[in-house]
């Protein structure tokens, strides 16, 4: 499997784990981040860290999903991300929107 391909099948499973976040109730929301574990998971037989957290960036909190490699010597991350916004709703972030602000 190319790089490519791997990349697609991770960010598919990023977009599902951010989706589940992003329908939980916003009271319910930050509570339901801030319990989350991290946990090994496997995607199309490889081994990856994925994990969940908020990070403040100036004023806004954001929702950061990440997903990372085992094993592997270079810091090889795919995330995404959710701003919360003050009319509730929220605004996705690609991983070079991540970057951009600092993240990871």
Not at 28 to 46: M, Q
Not at 51 to 70: A, E, F, H, N, P
Request: glycine share 4%.
């Amino acid at each position: 499997m190319f790089l490519e391909d791997v990349s697609l099948v991770v960010y598919s499973h990023l977009e599902k784990l951010r989706a589940s976040f992003d329908s939980i109730p916003l009271e319910l929301r930050v509570e339901a981040i801030k319990t989350y574990e991290a946990r090994e998971i496997e995607i199309d037989s490889k081994l990856y860290i994925e994990s969940v957290w908020i990070d403040q960036v100036g004023t806004d909190q954001i929702l950061i999903v990440q997903i990372q490699k085992i094993g592997f010597t270079a810091n090889c991350c795919f995330c995404l991300g959710s701003k919360f916004l003050r009319n509730d709703n929220v605004e996705h972030l690609s991983n070079e929107q991540l970057w951009d602000l600092g993240i990871p």
